[in-house]
């Protein structure tokens, strides 16, 4: 009687075993003959940049077809392929986004997101005010300088012309050279554009270039 017991419990013991490992552990392995959704969150938006984020995918049997239930935010739209693109109008939180993709056998996956957008980057400001003088023969080296916006910041010379023998750098702002001529170069507006195509003008400058 107790070898039949001792039998008996082990079958069940068993029978336990096997059911748990046919779970895939608690659904902590997902069944790769399935597809199974594998993005965890989709990022930050910004109101009047260009947004593009693809929601991805592995598992069951390719071609995959995505959709959407939910408001995008306005300005963006979804593809069956499962990209998001656009740009963003306003800004905001679009919650509870419910994404489902179907595999070609017809399995399903499906997350739910929410998208964040953020208000208008502020633009540059260009905050050198003055130049300082050089001489002629003498090496010669100032940075502009802006705040705000987003880098990397592009420089350019919009009006005027530098003295003979200095230049601009687009990617630091620094004039450099060894000027040439003594005089002044009155009249000089520089621009500045950050990573997001806003731009800032600086007041009219000037330099002055002792002989």
């Known amino acids: 009687m107790k070898h039949t017991v001792f039998f008996l419990g082990l079958v069940s013991l068993l029978s336990i075993a096997i059911g748990t490992a046919a779970c895939g552990g608690g659904g902590s392995h997902p069944d790769p003959s399935a597809p199974f959704i594998t993005t965890n969150s989709l990022p930050t938006g910004t109101v009047g940049v260009a947004y593009s984020s693809a929601l991805h995918v592995s598992g069951g049997t390719a071609p995959y077809h995505w959709s959407v239930t939910g408001a995008l935010p306005s300005g963006l739209s979804f593809s069956t392929s499962g990209a998001i693109t656009g740009v963003p109008a ?101 621009q500045v554009t950050d990573g997001n195509k806003l731009t800032a003008v600086s007041s009219s400058l000037g330099i002055v270039i002792d002989p």
């Open 90 to 190: 306003f800004a905001g939180t679009a919650s509870s986004l419910f994404f489902q993709v179907t595999d070609s056998t017809g399995a399903v996956a499906s997350a739910t997101f929410s998208i964040n957008i953020t208000a208008e980057p502020s633009p540059p400001s260009v905050v050198t005010t003055s130049l300082p003088a050089g001489t002629v023969g003498a090496g010669y080296s100032w940075a502009l300088q802006a705040t705000g916006g987003t880098t990397p910041y592009t420089w350019e010379l919009k009006s005027g012309s530098l003295p003979s023998g200095l230049s601009l750098s687009a990617s630091t702002g620094a004039i450099t050279g060894i000027p040439s001529t003594a005089g002044t170069s009155n009249d000089l507006v520089f």
